[in-house]
């Protein structure tokens, strides 16, 4: 009896850590976006990673690369390098940074990231 009741709880673990591993693929990833406009043209890349699974707390990083433009000509590359932490709320999709109030909304579906307006495709 006791064997039976190790079985079906080892079964529940790894049920449950399946699930969580599943949802946590559809969060963890890199996402990138291009833009070019009258004043700028660049990259933004964000890679979120997984910190602590249990508590859903991952790791944001940011990284652009831009070239300005000023009076028609293009000026040299530039970057920025911003790193946060992020709770997931699985039930909205979202994760959420307290700090600053960065959101950033996952649509796994489409494989997309939604953060201030602007719109990542997952590459990775």
């Known amino acids: 009896m006791n064997n039976l009741k190790t079985a079906v709880l080892g079964c ?38 997984a910190y602590n699974r249990s508590a859903r707390t991952y790791e944001i990083e940011k990284r652009t690369g831009y070239q300005k433009i000023r009076h028609g000509k293009i000026l040299p590359k530039e970057y920025v390098h ?27 579906g489409k494989k997309e990231l939604t953060m201030g307006g602007t719109h990542y495709r997952r590459v990775e």
């Not at 992020?86 to 909304?105: H, I, K, M, S, W």
């Open 12 to 49: 529940m673990a790894l049920t449950v850590a399946a699930c969580q591993s599943t949802s946590d693929h559809a969060v963890t990833g890199v996402y990138a976006t291009r833009y070019e406009n009258e004043y700028a043209t660049g990259n933004d890349t964000i890679i979120v990673t």
């Open 82 to 108: 911003k790193k946060w932490m992020a709770q997931y709320d699985p039930e909205n999709q979202v994760l959420q940074e307290t700090v600053f109030g960065r959101q950033l909304f996952l649509n796994p």
